[in-house]
């Protein structure tokens, strides 16, 4: 018996599910990039673990990868149900 006018949401679910993608890309990026065992010695500087090709190109194609998706899912416009 109201007559309240419902506001469109801005973002729908399935938004919000692409948005989650891709902060977890992020995150694993992030990780990835940080490493590990790189600092057994800090006398010694271990140039196979700080050059890998993870942190060099994996890492940072997948933050891109996941900003890419969290810039697709903020413009997607839900779907009219």
Do not use: C, H
């Amino acid at each position: 018996m109201s007559n309240e006018k419902s506001t469109p949401t801005m973002f729908s679910k399935e938004n919000y599910m692409w948005m989650l993608l891709g902060i977890v890309l992020i995150a694993i990026g992030m990780f990835l990039m940080s490493g590990g065992a790189s600092n057994k010695d800090p006398k010694v500087f271990d140039e196979a673990a700080v050059y890998s090709s993870t942190r060099i190109t994996i890492a940072p194609i997948l933050i891109l990868a996941g900003l890419v998706i969290e810039i697709i899912a903020i413009f997607k416009k839900p779907k009219q149900a």
